[in-house]
């Protein structure tokens, strides 16, 4: 499911309940926003590996929501923790070769149409074991 990671690790489904306090209260702050996803990017993991990925804006709410998120649950800090911070992003693939990331990104940029909704709302989101990986939300938490 196309996702923004906001806090990695989170803690497992079975402890969702216990955790579900203190996301809510942080929430209650933050007021509902429009985000817009217009723009590709990539991340370079070395070995000319890329991930190619749309990049939310204004980034600085999505930060400001990820900071938020994580004083209510920081062992689940390792989004934040890279050196240049936290950095919003919605993967939409991974590719091998300058070459090929270079074509990949003119032909998605080329046809992409940058899209705009609200955010409303969190959603804790879960997953089995391989086979059965897909992601599932199993609650969601409004904003404002």
Known sequence: MPHVTL???FHPRDQFDAVESRLRNVCRAIEPFELR???LRHFHHGRARYTVWLAPQPAETVIQLQAALETAVPDCN????HPAGFTPHLSVGQVL??????A???DLQANWQPLSFP???VSLIWR??????VFRVDRRISLG
Not at 78 to 81: L, N, Q
Not at 128 to 133: A, K, V
Request: charged share 30%.
């Open 104 to 106: 990949l990104e003119a």
């Open 37 to 39: 996803l217009a723009e």
């Open 119 to 121: 955010v409303r709302h």
């Open 128 to 133: 089995d074991q391989p086979p059965d990986d």
């Open 97 to 102: 070769g300058h070459e090929r990331l270079a």
């Open 78 to 81: 390792e989004t934040s923790g």
């Open 7 to 9: 806090l990695y690790p």
